[in-house]
């Protein structure tokens, strides 16, 4: 039977998905990899009225806090042994705090230049000496790449690399010396949207050590805002998840693939399901041969075959969003202070922290 026919006899495709056990749901679809690694999971939260940058162990207990002085966004890692992160306030931000993961210790606080913002996403080169971060003209939204360097001990702007579109949202660094962006293609002031009618969408290639553009691709739909990256190394694919900027069309698909100098390819398109994520996926990993996102609009998370691009899992959580991936295992986190796990079971801890969108993922192992 495929997996398709099974969600559907299941009642996952349609309106009854909200209403089906998640039990019985890691029952029948589950891994049977058992969690063996140590880790910590770490995203931007809040509590009260205060915004962090927290750590939580694999048993849900929160390790450490370190208080931000507005909401952040993304949390990138460079490898264990650097013990080097980076946390970027929400956009149109104005600061990106350093620290060190395994303890919250707070380092450099690095600050866009006058007349522009952030957006809430960075990646460390290799060497951890550079750390690249999205961000765009107050003005026009104008999209840049901001380099900066660790030299004398000191962090500094060495480079500035424009990208030609507006509102870049996250970066990944690939091999092959390979930086690509996910370019939204929105004006905005503030929050405020301003150019939907005439958005330009695009997945953006630029070469990570002189910022040379190698490669740009767009989608069949102009009106799908690409915010959020994922890396499959199996398949050298990078994956997009998209928003929805015209309510008044359903999209085909909400997550889209390129691999090498092809077109983007959507994921299952016109299935009968996409009209439950609301126009919004928020977060996106790559694991174990499937592709998971989430959409803390709608409270779904899902997991699909990268192989067959077929529908495989799809879970209902209030506001979830962070994902993130050990070795044998998937997390998430929501809005509502939970943190779930699937291993060879599904199991979730309650938090007194309401954890933001993105999630990193630090192993202890």
Not at 119 to 141: I, P
Not at 253 to 282: K, N, R, T
Not at 296 to 310: D, F, H, N, T, V
């Amino acid at each position: 039977m495929q997996r398709r026919q099974f969600l559907k006899g299941m009642g996952l495709l349609g309106l009854g998905a909200s209403s089906f056990s998640i039990s019985r749901l890691a029952t029948a679809l589950g891994s049977e990899q058992a969690l063996t690694e140590d880790y910590l999971l770490i995203a931007c939260a809040k509590q009260e009225l205060q915004h962090y940058l927290a750590a939580a162990n694999a048993q849900g207990e929160v390790v450490y806090r370190l208080p931000l002085p507005a909401r952040g966004h993304d949390v990138a890692l460079a490898k264990p042994e650097q013990q080097l992160g980076i946390c970027v306030a929400r956009r149109p931000g104005d600061f990106a705090q350093l620290f060190n993961p395994f303890n919250g210790e707070a380092l450099a606080q690095l600050n866009p230049p006058d007349n522009m913002h952030l957006y809430g996403h960075a990646c460390f080169s290799e060497d951890a000496q550079r750390v690249y971060l999205t961000a765009g003209s107050m003005q026009s939204s104008q999209g840049s790449i901001l380099v900066y360097q660790h030299r004398q001990q000191q962090w500094q702007l060495a480079e500035q690399w424009p990208l030609a579109g507006l509102g870049p949202h996250q970066l990944l660094l690939l091999p092959g010396e390979r930086l690509v962006v996910a370019v939204g293609g929105i004006h905005t002031r503030g929050r405020e949207k301003l150019n939907l009618d005439s958005m330009q969408p695009a997945l953006v290639y630029l070469h990570s050590e002189t910022g040379q553009h190698l490669l740009t691709r767009k989608l069949n739909n102009s009106k799908l805002s690409i915010r959020h990256l994922a890396y499959s190394p199996q398949s050298d694919s990078v994956w997009m998840a998209c928003q929805g900027q015209a309510p008044q069309q359903q999209p085909e698909s909400l997550i889209y693939s390129q691999q090498g100098q092809g077109e983007c390819v959507a994921l299952d398109p016109h299935a009968d399901y996409w009209p439950m994520f609301e126009q919004y996926i928020g977060s996106i990993i790559c694991h174990q041969g499937q592709v998971m996102a989430s959409s803390p609009r709608a409270g779904k998370l899902a997991a699909w075959s990268e192989q067959q691009g077929e529908l495989e899992q799809l879970m209902q959580y209030a506001d979830v969003c962070g994902l993130a991936q050990t070795a044998d295992a998937w997390h998430a986190s929501t809005g509502q202070g939970l943190l779930i796990h699937q291993a060879n079971k599904l199991s979730r801890q309650r938090t007194a922290l309401q954890w933001d969108n993105h999630m990193a993922l630090l192993s202890l192992s």
